[in-house]
């Protein structure tokens, strides 16, 4: 009798045979909401029928085709409303091509990775060209569910990740473009439930307590190593709180949790770590390690000042226990917005 390990090989190509077809099914199915999409924007465009045709349509479907679902009022306008938002020809930002290489040519492809209930997430919660085609692409990278998708959202991850693109010092700026801006400069840990922190020992525990919810936030190309992971440098021990592996930077990335304000004594320690960790631990093939300080504040000039000679890759970031007030980030990102266009 055959080993397992050789049936699981057969399992494996059923496997890659059905995403294939889910795949398949699924831009079958986008393509023909695009097509009645436009059929129904068109005609209903038309003075002798305007949004009476929907309605008439609905009924059609709901009488003869009752079997048929999500050709209600409801769905024909979605179908309308998906249309008139990308079957346009609508322009992709420079900001979505440079972070995801999404070119205008790419835009019927990148359309037909993402499931319907995804697309009807993204245009009842964006406002912006530029943000529904930063969470589709951010969704086809991550392979974001439904609820995923819902909690970047409400997390306002795209107002966060477009303030983290900043420019401040030379050395951030210059550390951020090595990373390829895979950083945030704010955390939202929500997920862990919790009022207030009350040590260092305890966020961490939360954290691994919640690494699933964790990876989801700073990306899913993290892969977790350890906690406390331990390094030897000469004859003293030393702990990192948390230590990933970044598959698209193909590096270690250290993470060291601070519960109170950042302090600039704070990047000697990690800069420590680094150096360990790429003596030590990083293979040749490796790119160098990057470190990551969480703190729950930071001072932005303090920052600058403590980063602006250091050598290694380190990102300083600060994280909120609760969701922040999307409506405050996005007033903070249009202001930034129209200062940066100032400048230009």
């Not at 990551?292 to 403590?306: F, N, R, S």
Request: net charge neutral; proline share 3%.
């Amino acid at each position: 009798m055959l080993p397992d390990n050789s049936y699981s090989e057969i399992v494996k190509i059923i496997q890659a045979a059905r995403e294939r077809a889910y795949y398949k099914v699924n831009e079958e199915l986008i393509n023909m909401y695009l097509q009645i999409g436009k059929y129904v924007s068109e005609n209903s465009r038309n003075a002798a029928y305007g949004d009476s045709y929907v309605e008439g349509l609905a009924d059609f479907f709901a009488k003869n085709y009752p079997e048929l679902k999500g050709f209600t009022r409801r769905g024909l306008y979605r179908m309308r409303q998906f249309y008139e938002l990308y079957g346009k020809d609508e322009k992709v930002s420079p900001v979505v091509t440079q972070l995801f290489g999404i070119s205008d040519e790419k835009v019927s492809t990148l359309l037909t990775q993402l499931s319907w209930t995804n697309h009807l997430q993204i245009m009842s919660s964006c406002k912006s060209a530029e943000e529904r085609y930063f969470y589709m692409a951010l969704c086809v990278k991550e392979r974001y569910s439904k609820r995923e998708l819902a909690r970047q959202i409400d997390s306002a991850y795209y107002e966060r990740f477009m303030l983290s693109q900043k420019p401040t010092t030379p050395a951030i700026t210059e550390a951020k473009k090595s990373t390829s801006n895979a950083f945030l400069d704010t955390y939202t840990l929500e997920f862990l439930d919790v009022p207030e922190v009350v040590s260092e020992k305890d966020l961490q525990k939360s954290i691994v307590r919640n690494l699933k919810n964790f990876i989801l936030e700073i990306g899913k190309d993290f892969s977790f190593i350890g906690e406390e992971y331990r390094l030897q440098v000469g004859g003293h021990d030393y702990y990192i709180d948390l230590l990933f592996y970044h598959r698209g930077l193909s590096c270690l990335v250290a993470f060291e949790l601070k519960i109170d304000e950042f302090k600039p004594e704070y990047v000697g320690k990690m800069n420590l770590y680094l150096e360990a960790l790429d003596r030590d631990v990083k293979k040749t093939n490796e790119n160098p390690s990057v470190g990551v300080i969480l703190c729950a504040k930071k001072d932005d000039e303090v920052v600058e000042y403590a980063l602006s000679r250091s050598l290694s890759p380190t990102m300083v970031s600060e994280y909120k226990l609760k969701l922040i007030d999307k409506k405050l980030l996005q007033k903070k990102l249009k202001e930034y917005i129209e200062l940066a266009e100032g400048v230009e």
